[in-house]
């Protein structure tokens, strides 16, 4: 099989990886004669930052050719059974026109199922609904011996908990059964406000999200003088409406193709914050906003990605436990010493952990910052910061990661080493593997 180049979304990241694209459950099966010393890892959409979809040497699955949107029908108890490369644009889409919606949605449309239940992924109302797996029904997975094992909280319930937060590293999932919520109307209401420092936007933000079930918070990192001033939004669904159901994203702009060039520097960096920030009027802004712009308004610049040219970015996500706020304080005050450019930056407050044995969130603050990848090492700047957060029982975020160093993950990942020991029971001849598995020696 012809080797072909899969890359990140961050597109810092590529792999020269055979691809398998089953057409038929059959066919999946036949998967594994195909692998050899390097393995194969599921893929979805691809659009984690980082190296866990990318299998350099080895093979790459993809489940799009089982996607079928017609069979995304929401029984009478709001359950839904779905391929595990639909994506959410496609299922909010169906859920929505049905009268329900997804309880945990990350921040793009373009992210699969399998994808979110493999990185446990959150939204911007963890702190109320905690992460994917609260929705979790049952999954179909896939395992290195060939066999589809049905697993759940009660039934294979090892194999359900390493696989929810387990970056494809213990199969593939094939099918899951989600709980979705009631869905009343195609807008959220959405309230915004801006604070001109970090300190009173960090007060403001903690009442804010206790009182609306979603909340994130933009910063400003570029500016010197006020690190950390931003605007914070908030949205509560609205409970009373007869309209239609649709699913409607307002219209988006395209950024052509990967630019040779990154258009990402200080001067543009510092000129979109501080036009974000000042274009935000003062007081408190309300309005009725389609629930798509308000859950994804990155995609309203489709491929923005490629703002990076082709060195791309990474980001680093982290999170911080509820107890040490100095911590948090002191990463935005000093991230503005370090040599790297912190081009977009987001706050959310997270709420109850999951069982699963690599959950990222925990009950704190997670910030996501975006940087360019100026060169092979930038990433080590932040290797303080990590050791720091370790420390202080924080994390960062595996399923966007492409660099932490390996030793700090016992301490941020308490339960590693029990992960390791079930994935190590489901696939001991390492058939799922990935880039990230043998950068940080999972498997
Ligand atoms: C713009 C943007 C915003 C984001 N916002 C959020 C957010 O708010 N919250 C959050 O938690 N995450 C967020 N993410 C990260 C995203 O949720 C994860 O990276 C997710 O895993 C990507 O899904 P994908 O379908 O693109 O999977 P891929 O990138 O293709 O794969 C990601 C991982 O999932 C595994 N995987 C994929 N499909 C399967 C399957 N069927 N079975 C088993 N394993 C599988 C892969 O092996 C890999 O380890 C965001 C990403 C982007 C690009």
Redesign the pocket.
Known sequence: MDKETFT???RAYASRSWRFEPVSQKDVLTLFEACDEYGV??????????D??LNTGGGI???QSFVNEKELVVSDQGCISV???T?YEMLLSACIRQGWIVPV????K???????????????N?FHQS??SSCLIEMD??IANGKVVKCSRSHESELFWA?VG?????????RASIQLGKNYSNNFNVQSGKYSNFEQLFEQFKETTVNHPYSVAWLDLVSKKNAGRGVIQSASPILESSETFSYKASKHITIPKVLPFNVVNKVNGGVYNAIRFNSHPSGIKRRQVPIPDFL?P??RVKN??NLYGKKGFF?W?IVVPETEELLLNEIIKRLNNLPLLPTLA?L?RLGSESDSYLS??KPGWTL?IDFPFTNISCRNQLNDFDRELAKAGGRI?L??DGGVNPEFLNEMYPRLREWKQIRKKFDPDNV?Q?D?SRRLHLA
Do not use: E, M
């Open positions: 990140s979304w961050s890892i599921p893929r979805g959409l691809g659009n984690s930052y980082g866990q979809a699955v993809s489940l391929t595990g490369g994506s949605v990350p921040g793009s373009s992210i699969t199922i399998g994808g979110a239940i493999a990185a446990d992924a959150h939204g911007k963890h992460s994917i997975v896939l696989t387990g970056l494809g590293l213990t199969g593939l999932i094939l994804h990155l995609d923005w990605n980001q996500q987001v959310k990222f969130c996501a975020y399923a966007k799922w990935s990230l």
